[in-house]
Nanobody, 117 residues
Framework: QVQVMESGGGLVQAGGSLRLSCAASGSIFSIHAMDWYRQAPGKQRELVASHIKGDITNYADSVKGRFTISRDYDKNMVYLQMNSLKPEDTAVYYC???????????WGKGTLVTVSS
């Protein structure tokens, strides 16, 4: 089985920066994709950024130009650098790990990001 753990969340002032980390461990031979999702109070979970093996990346329009996703293949980790944070970015951020394309992913428990105005 695969374990997923997020870290790096916290309280930050609007306009500030924060870097989230996600580590995957367990029975892993290779990883197809590692993605970041978020869920704000009263809203559905949404895809924030995705990283597919081969360094293919995609971003939600709301974070494009402010967030950057990157992966460390040797450590089975993915990062989310968040700059110019806004109160609207406040949410629980989740990491999803897909071992193979088309298969269900593994989820972490999430890390809370709170952006104050």
């Amino acid at each position: 089985q695969v374990q997923v753990m997020e870290s790096g969340g916290g309280l930050v002032q609007a306009g500030g920066s924060l870097r989230l980390s996600c580590a995957a461990s367990g029975s892993i031979f290779s990883i197809h994709a590692m993605d970041w999702y978020r869920q704000a109070p009263g809203k559905q979970r949404e895809l924030v950024a995705s990283h597919i093996k081969g360094d293919i990346t995609n971003y939600a329009d709301s974070v494009k130009g402010r967030f950057t996703i990157s992966r460390d293949y040797d450590k089975n980790m993915v990062y989310l650098q968040m700059n110019s944070l806004k109160p609207e970015d406040t949410a629980v951020y989740y990491c999803n790990v897909q071992l193979l394309a088309g298969l269900g992913g593994y989820w972490g428990k999430g890390t809370l990001v709170t952006v104050s105005s």
